[in-house]
């Protein structure tokens, strides 16, 4: 990890979230979304991105929160490059903390409120450390408790059909390997198709479809770095051919999947 490599690490595996460290020497990655809450603080120098419309620096001692399906890219804000700590959360973690209700919001996508940052602290140990499954959920629980505070009330609609949406997310699980039609989700949940989208949207962060590809691109990674191909992971995560799963891979991570893999063997 010398010189002005850009590296990636990868926390111990987890059966709940995703823990990474990274350093970019300038450019760091295409403007792209994911349907994960990214939540980290920078290590060292400036983390400078594009949110909602507008550059964010981010420096030590603050916590950045991405919302799920917000649009965001990543360079370094000075010659020095930067350093970063970031774990990717699914808001149906969250959701069982938060029991149903709409997602947490932090508007500038960084926070300097000590009470996140100190939720975040168990999270955001260096890679080297395994975190205890339990200790692991009780962190979770705080940090869903420190963005519902922090973000304060969210106006508007407030009544969701939660066990519709969560029905909907369980059945798009069984379904990853092949084509699935929003009639679908309607039969195995017997909700109408817009309030079931809305509702979806509001507590899980992203669109059926969206969810759906993003879960067929976390089982890519993991068959990229079993060794398989391009080409084979595309085919038995259930893309139409390897150009389609690269379109979705670089829009969702800001990488193409190549870069994206040697970059986990430079580390």
């Known amino acids: 990890m010398s010189g002005n490599k850009d590296w990636v690490i990868r926390g111990p595996q987890s059966t709940k979230l995703e823990r990474i460290e990274a350093y970019f020497s300038g450019y760091g990655f295409d403007p792209h979304r994911h349907d994960t809450y990214a939540i980290g603080r920078t290590l060292s120098g400036v983390h400078s991105f594009n949110y909602r419309r507008n550059m964010r620096h981010s420096l030590p001692g603050g916590t950045i929160v991405l919302h799920p399906d917000e649009l965001h890219d990543g360079e370094a804000g000075t010659a020095d490059g930067f350093r970063y700590r970031i774990i ?7 959701q069982q ?3 149903g209700k709409a997602l947490p919001f932090i508007p500038d996508g960084i926070s300097r409120d000590p009470r996140l940052y100190a939720a975040t602290q168990t999270l955001m140990q260096g890679m080297d450390c395994l975190i205890d499954p339990l200790e692991e959920e009780d962190a979770l629980y705080d940090l869903a408790q420190a963005l519902a505070t922090v973000a304060g009330s969210p106006r508007g609609r407030k009544s969701f059909d939660f066990v519709a949406a969560e029905r909907a997310r369980e059945y798009i699980h069984g379904a990853l390997e092949r084509a699935m039609t929003l009639d679908e989700l309607v039969v195995a949940t017997g909700r109408d198709r817009w309030s079931l989208s809305r509702d979806f949207r509001a507590l899980f962060g992203t669109s059926p479809y969206r969810y759906l590809t993003m879960r067929r691109l976390d ?6 770095i079993a060794g398989h191909s391009l080409a084979d992971a ?6 139409t051919d390897q150009s389609h799963m690269t379109h979705h891979f670089t829009r969702t991570y800001g990488l193409p999947p190549a870069r ?4 986990l063997s430079l580390a």
């Open 97 to 99: 903390a938060l029991g």
């Open 219 to 224: 089982h890519v990674r993991a068959l990229m």
């Open 88 to 94: 990717y959360v699914e808001p149906a973690l969250l």
């Open 260 to 263: 994206w893999l040697r970059m």
């Open 234 to 239: 595309a085919a038995i995560a259930g893309f």
